[in-house]
């Protein structure tokens, strides 16, 4: 028991920060320091790990749908809410291949991000450099009074 506790202090110890006593609002961690393609790297690495539980859920599904389709709707091969006490389990080339396509589709979701996100960046900077160009100067002449009285009788 005295064993137990002393590792759990010792984890407890250990596991926090050893800043306790200076103030944590101090630090400030700033973004434009790095390069815009650490950047769009960083953000396309949180999209994959983000978009792959889905992925390959859906993607599990759909091994095993097709599975369950390619040998006659058997079903010990159906699908994970279909399946049965005597399913049938995927052998380890098609575990592999249902990762390495999941992989891939999250892979494919950060690319069509990227994309997306540097389209609208080029589209800001398009429009940022409308904006400082100088409009152009339109110079009026003022009308004659020959020419009011011929745009008055145009105009009646």
Known sequence: MIKKTGCFLLFILFSFPSSWGQDMGSTYFDMSEFSQGARDLRRGSIIAFGAYPIAYF???FGVDTFRWSDNSWDTRYAPWPFNSAGTIEKSDAEK?????IAAGVSIVIALVDHGIMRARRNRLERQRLEIQIDPPIIIRTPLH???MINLNEEIE
Do not use: F, S, W, Y
């Open 96 to 100: 592999v291949a249902t990762i390495g």
């Open 145 to 147: 009074a020959e020419d």
């Open 58 to 60: 859906l993607t599990n």
